[in-house]
Structure formats: C-alpha cells, structure tokens
C-alpha cells in the first residue's frame, strides 16, 4: 500500500503501536500516536521515535483525531469499545492493526498460531523448527515474533519471498484480521479475555478469523482434543492436520503411538521421537510438541527437522519456568497463566505437594474449575492482588462440599505472597506462581510479574 498522503491515528503506544507509527511515518503517512496514559510514562517511547514526524497525543483520546483521518489503528490491548474506536465505526473510517498492515505487507509465507494457552511455546517451538528449516537451505532466513517479541510490522522490510515468518496472534490482533496466513493453527479455545471480548462467542469469533480467509491451497491446523478448536474444521477451505494423543485414522497431523510422536502425511506415518526425549513437563506440553510436528508437517519440513527443534528445548521464560530449589522445594514461575484455566493446566503438571499462589487482576472468568483442582491437588493457597476476594469466595464454595483441608492465606500483592509461601515450603514441595489473573493491578504486564517472582525468589535467605 502507498501510505503517502494518508492520515493514520494509531492508538496504544505500546510495543505494538509504536512499532507500527515508526513504520507507517518511515513510509510516508501522516501519523498521530495517542496514548491515555501521562507524557511522564512515555518518555523512553517518545525519544525513541524523536527523529520521525510524528504527532503524539497524550493523557486522552479525543473525537478530534478522527478530523481527517484515513485509518484508525487500535493496538492490541485496547478494547474496541472506547469511545474514539466506537465513532470511528459509527462515521465509516476503516480499522486496521499492526498485524494485518504486516499481512498485508509481508512478502514471504507465514505461519499464524493462536489458541487460549500453549501459544507461546508453540511457536517458539515452530520458530526453533523454522530456523533449522533455513539452515538446512529449505529458506534464506526465519523470522519469530508477533504476540511474542517484537512485532514482525519492524522487520517487514528487510524480509523476502524466500523467508519464512513464525507468528503468534492474540485474539486481541485477530478482532481486525482480513487476512489468513498460510498455514493457520488453532490450538485450542477456552474461556479467556471475557472482560474484553464481552461474551464466549465474540472470543471464538475473533479466533476464528485465523483461518476465515485462507484458500485451498493453504492448510489448517487444529486441536483434535478441543472441541472448539476442532469445530473450526468445518470452515478449513484448504488442507486440513489434526494433532492430539490419538486421532481418526488416516487424518493427517501428528498423535502418540507406542510412547512415540508419530507424523502422518500423505507419505504415510513416520516416527518423530520418544515421548521421553521431550523436556518440556506436563501433559499440555506434550500436546504443544504434537501441535508443533503438525505445524511443521503442513509447511512441507521433515522430521529431522521437527526432531531437531524439540530437543534440548526446555521451555519458555514465564511458563512453568523453574526458578530454583530453596528450603528443599521447587519454585516454579509461571506467571504467563492469566485465566483460571492455565492455572489448572499448570497445577496438573505436577504431582508433588503443592503450594499454589495465585490472584491478580480479574477478566471476568468463572473460578470453580480452578477452586476444584485447588481442593483435589493443594496444600496450601496463597492470594493475591485485586482478585483474591472472588477467588475465596470461590475456593469457600468447593470447600463446603468436601472433606480434604488446605491453609488459605490472603496478601496484598505479590512480595507478601513469596515471603508466605517461604514460611510455608517444606522439604519435596513445589511452590507455583500460576496467578490466573493478568497482572495489570500490580505489574505492566505477565513479564513484569514474572521477573520480580524470580527475583524475589533468588532473593530469599539460605537456611541455616
């Protein structure tokens, strides 16, 4: 697109939104950066973009952005129901975001994962594969990144037809997406983000826009063991992989036969690896490594390849990353759990005795489940942050009905809570960060929380 002459408001300013306003100045747009929060907290951002004409708006976002406007930018983390994106719609100014400006920019084949949890291991998996793809010739370069580092809209540039790019989306990026990536995956789909889509179906249907505009030359990969993920097979206009412990016979993706991973293609089956030269624990990471191999398989790569990119991996910072060993247990930071559900996932990965800290700020999601694995699995909870009131109420309800106790302690925010958990740790256990809440009450985001957990951990005084 010639963004000469255009006048594009890009709202959020934000890895995101910041990485697009350099772009869009850089190619000759006219560019108005607005951001709600004070001029004081954006200093570093502003200085950064110092040398390009670009017009900031800040503390607000007044209706007089839209005077003149082409297109309006939303980024990721901005609801699509404040007042300036709701006017925009109203009076007919297009929306778009960073990531479809990037799809619709980009020269290469792209791999687009998205799901309620496991995207972010997916794809650094995938991206691991990708990168042995190109130093095996298969490309001249692989590029990772969207939801997860840096958004690919600031490398665009420099990428050709003969690349590769590996991209996360949030159903945050998807909301505005027109367009379809090569090879789509959806690797699973639970309740997440209520509090910014408003309901579950508006959720699916961001989701879904994944793969609603791919042809058939293109491929979709699902989650055969989720029910929503799998009911998108219906939409699949191109090929279509499954992956999950078993799948229907003659299907192609990936499965677990004989304690292996196993890859079908029209080639026929082949053996990947042994389930135990996986590193990654818990069973959703077993389910990440089969959506990996299916990923891989539609991109047309061998199994050294997707053999190569598993091994050795040991997972992602902030995901059910160990921490270190005190008092004689485990501290383990999985700080990227912000629903209830990816802290259930994280307390089924382990079987020693438990000690769970968990709070944050709500999104508006349902707690029972994760009140119901509290009661089979824990030994003592730990709250914490604006949720820890809702998540009582919830832990109380389930407690009624059974029999097995668990200590119940409340704090503030998350320092208090280590400072407890280390009175409480005994010898064989493991402490877990899985909040189930985002972090926005406390931190600026799940790194933020993460990196101080670990350091108020490492922090923590030697025994005598």
């Given at each position: 697109m010639n963004w000469e002459g255009e006048r594009v408001v890009v709202i959020g300013a934000a890895r995101q939104g910041t990485a697009l306003a350099r772009y869009l100045a850089e190619h000759g747009a006219e560019v108005i950066l607005t951001d709600s929060r004070p001029e004081e907290q954006l200093n570093q951002a502003r200085e950064e973009l110092a040398h390009l004409p670009i017009t900031w708006?800040?503390?607000?976002?007044?209706?007089?952005?839209?005077?003149?406007?082409?297109?309006?930018?939303?980024?990721?983390g901005v609801p699509l129901t404040i007042p300036l994106v709701h006017e925009t719609s109203r009076v007919g100014i297009p929306l778009s975001n960073d990531s479809q400006i990037f799809?619709?920019?980009?020269?290469?084949?792209?791999?687009?994962?998205?799901?309620?949890?496991?995207?972010?291991t997916t794809t650094t998996l995938v991206g691991r594969m990708a990168e042995k793809a190109a130093e095996a010739g298969l490309y001249r370069k692989a590029y990772v990144g969207g939801n997860i580092g840096f958004p690919l809209i600031s490398q665009v540039e420099e990428m050709t037809a003969?690349?590769?790019?590996?991209?996360?989306?949030?159903?945050?990026?998807?909301?505005l997406m027109t367009t379809s990536?090569?090879?789509a995956a959806v690797l699973n789909i639970t309740p997440n983000h209520l509090d910014r889509h408003g309901s579950m179906d508006a959720y699916v249907n961001a989701k879904r826009h994944i793969l609603a505009h791919q042809g058939p030359e293109d491929a979709a990969v699902l989650g055969y063991e989720d029910a929503r993920a799998w009911e998108l097979a219906q939409e699949a206009e191109g090929l279509l992989y499954a992956f999950g412990r078993d799948i229907p016979?003659?299907?192609?993706?990936?499965?677990?036969?004989?304690?292996?991973?196993?890859?079908?293609?029209?080639a026929g089956d082949e053996a990947v690896m042994p389930v135990s030269e996986i590193s990654l624990r818990g069973e959703h990471n077993l389910l990440n490594v089969l959506a990996a191999c299916a990923i891989a398989a539609a991109s047309g790569w061998p199994v050294e390849i997707m053999r190569a990119g598993v091994k050795a991996f040991s997972g992602v910072e902030h995901r059910l990353e160990f921490v270190r060993t005190w008092g004689g247990a485990d501290w383990y930071n999985d700080s990227k759990a912000t629903s209830p559900g990816m802290s259930i996932t994280a307390m089924q990965a382990f079987e020693e005795p438990l000690v769970i800290l968990a709070g944050g700020r709500d999104k508006d999601l349902p707690w029972d489940g994760f009140a119901t694995q509290v009661q089979a699995q824990a030994d003592h909870v730990i709250l914490f942050g604006e949720a820890a009131e809702k998540i009582r109420a919830a832990l109380e309800q389930v407690k009624?009905?059974?029999?097995?106790?668990?200590?119940?302690?409340?704090?503030?925010?998350?320092?208090e809570a280590v400072k407890t958990a280390a009175g409480l740790a005994r010898p064989g256990d493991v402490v877990l960060l899985a909040p189930g809440g985002t972090s926005f009450d406390e931190f600026n985001d799940f790194e933020a929380r993460g990196?101080?957990?670990?350091?108020?951990?490492?922090?923590?005084?030697?025994?005598?």
């Open positions: 708006v800040l503390g607000e976002h007044p209706m007089k952005l839209l005077d003149g406007a082409t297109l309006i930018c939303p980024s990721g799809m619709q920019a980009v020269p290469c084949p792209v791999i687009g994962i998205t799901g309620s949890a496991g995207k972010t003969k690349d590769i790019a590996v991209v996360e989306f949030s159903s945050f990026q998807l909301d990536p090569k090879v016979y003659g299907l192609p993706g990936t499965f677990v036969w004989n304690d292996q991973v196993w890859v079908r293609t029209d009624q009905q059974n029999d097995r106790t668990y200590s119940l302690d409340i704090c503030p925010g998350l320092d990196r101080r957990f670990k350091q108020l951990v490492n922090q923590l005084p030697e025994k005598e």
